[in-house]
DNA sequence: GACTTAATGAAATCTATTTTCATTTGTAAC
DNA sequence: GTTACAAATGAAAATAGATTTCATTAAGTC
């Protein structure tokens, strides 16, 4: 599995493109570094990763937004969320020690973070075992959160 | 957790509507009836169950059978899977014991099914120690399967 | 530098899903 | 049983995230 990190450079995207028959382009190039720079935790939707271009003085189009995420979500580099706000997030797909996984409240879409390094072990066995090349390992939890609890 | 099977009575469910002010209508009846009919690994999209009402003469509109989804999911009858297909599938959401997870080709969206006990009593864990209440645990994982990695 | 083909941008389109609103129907009180 | 009230339904319209089309641009290769 490719294992990423803030420090994947250039040179790696471009033999990772290449490899496969595709360009390195100045929009893949931009869109992965804004993924880089973005703080742990945080996972942007195309719109937002869009919003974030545009404040760049990128000029960008959506189209390639979306045709870009679907691109580095195939080879691994982005994980692509489906949590609880009705379209997907994005965000650095990073190696399975430092991964993370999520705890939705069902009621107020409030979404937590936890690690268990034993979830993505399981998962990578299991894979393994039925002949899959993983990239990538998402253990999501839905509930209800204690405030949503409390209040009825 | 509220833990279903094949046996869920018409009872159980009128009472876990009316515990929260809903009502108990013959279109939920339905809907329910149908995915416990429905075989372990089949998970259904809303459209795909509306074709399924039409079929045994059920005039329940396709407004009714997305409310419905989304209502069965809250109240953790239901688990809503986001696996490749483009758009979100159902199916009864069993007791965590019998529960089972996804690997899923990101492409040709093959999709198979494994169980892993430990998983969701790590999740449940986590859950609780944060203080939720959980409704479905979900461990999805993405790769390519041994066809698609052997055709390049 | 020329050639081939992938990638891009802009606009149009798609389609799953949600919303609106008038009507119907559970549910609880009488 | 009847009444009253609020929730649920159906049908149609609307929404919005996502995809496609196609002419143009620009990587990668020889």
New binding site residues.
């Given amino acids: 599995m490719l294992t990423l990190n803030a420090m994947y450079s250039d040179d790696i995207l471009?033999q990772q493109?290449?490899e496969r028959?595709?360009?390195?382009?100045?929009?893949?190039v931009k869109i992965l570094k804004i993924f880089q720079a973005l703080p742990r935790g945080i996972h942007w939707?195309?719109?937002e990763l869009h919003e974030e271009l545009v404040e760049q003085q990128e000029?960008?189009?959506?189209?390639?937004v979306?045709?870009?995420l679907?691109m580095m979500t195939n080879m691994g580099i982005l994980r692509e969320l489906e949590l609880a706000e009705?379209?997907?997030h994005y965000e650095l797909n990073r190696s399975s020690v430092e991964q993370h996984h999520h705890l939705v409240c069902v009621h107020c879409n409030h979404t937590l973070e936890f690690a268990e390094a034993v979830v993505d072990k399981i998962g990578g066995k299991q894979a393994d075992s039925l002949g899959y090349h993983v990239l990538d390992c998402q253990l999501t939890l839905y509930g209800v959160c204690p405030d949503c609890r409390s209040q009825g």
Same sequence: chains 1, 2.
Avoid: D, V
Avoid at 21 to 28: A, S
């Fill in positions: 471009r493109l290449n028959g595709l360009r390195f382009t100045p929009q893949r939707s195309a719109e000029r960008i189009s959506l189209s390639t979306y045709r870009t679907h009705g379209h997907k």
